[in-house]
């Protein structure tokens, strides 16, 4: 299971009515590369594939995580963070064991 902050569910709310057309809701992902083995991806998407995503709804934002992502996202908190040295969405991973010198990936 996977979770999102308020903060973050609106902010991807807010980049989401920009789009045109409108997607469907927003994917999560864990794609390999980086430094430390594993990256986060977040893209918008038209629909879900019903035969390996899993579709968890946060305040009618919908987020499609595929199967094979899940296992690596089981417990992980998504937060939107704006600070002075700028702003971006903040993954809290339980499962992760190390990361990489920038951050901008991990191990398991």
């Not at 430094?35 to 709804?57: I, R, T």
């Not at 009618?60 to 939107?80: A, N």
């Amino acid at each position: 299971m996977i979770e999102l902050t308020p903060v973050a569910i609106d902010k991807v709310k807010e980049i989401l009515t920009q789009q045109t057309p409108q997607p469907a809701g927003l994917r999560v992902a864990v794609v390999g590369g980086g430094c430390s083995g594993f990256s986060y991806h977040m893209a918008f998407e038209n629909q879900a594939n019903e035969a390996s995503d899993n579709v968890y709804e946060f305040g009618g934002l919908k987020v499609m995580v595929d199967q094979m992502s899940e296992m690596y996202l089981d417990g992980i908190t998504i937060d939107y963070l704006e600070t002075i040295e700028g702003a971006g969405f903040k993954f809290n991973n339980p499962n992760v064991k190390s990361t990489c010198g920038c951050g901008s990936s991990f191990s398991v």
